[in-house]
């Protein structure tokens, strides 16, 4: 059983970093396709970045692009965001996904496993 906990969330001000991270304490993911989406109040939760099991390959949201970094320790189950040059529209609940295909999916659909989700704030 594959069981995500995201951790690093917190409040930042704009222009600040944070570094979130995803570990599994259940079964390995090392083999797994791992993905972060987010959702503000009131809006549908999206895509923000994947990563591929052999972490070789990885794809991000327009919106993110040049900021934020997907990364992945398979040694420790884990996998990172790192969120640089943060902006009040970021402010969001981040959650880490596990998808077994090992995809590089943008799509919610594709992922079997799910965290609960670690809160982003970033003030103006």
């Known amino acids: 059983q594959v069981q995500l906990v995201e951790s690093g969330g917190g409040l930042v001000q704009a222009g600040g970093s944070l570094r979130l991270s995803c570990a599994d304490s259940g079964r390995a993911i090392s083999a797994y396709g791992m993905g972060w989406f987010r959702q503000a109040p009131g809006n549908e939760r999206e895509f923000v970045a994947a990563?591929?099991?052999?972490?070789?390959?990885?794809r991000y949201a327009d919106s993110v692009k040049g900021r934020f970094t997907i990364s992945r320790d398979n040694a420790k189950n884990t996998v990172y965001l790192q969120m640089n040059n943060l902006k009040p529209e970021d402010t969001a609940v981040y959650y880490c996904a596990a998808d077994r295909s090992s995809g590089l999916y943008d799509e919610r659909g594709k992922y079997e496993y799910w965290g609960q989700g670690t809160q982003v704030t970033v003030s103006s």
């Open positions: 990563i591929s099991w052999i972490a070789s390959r990885t």
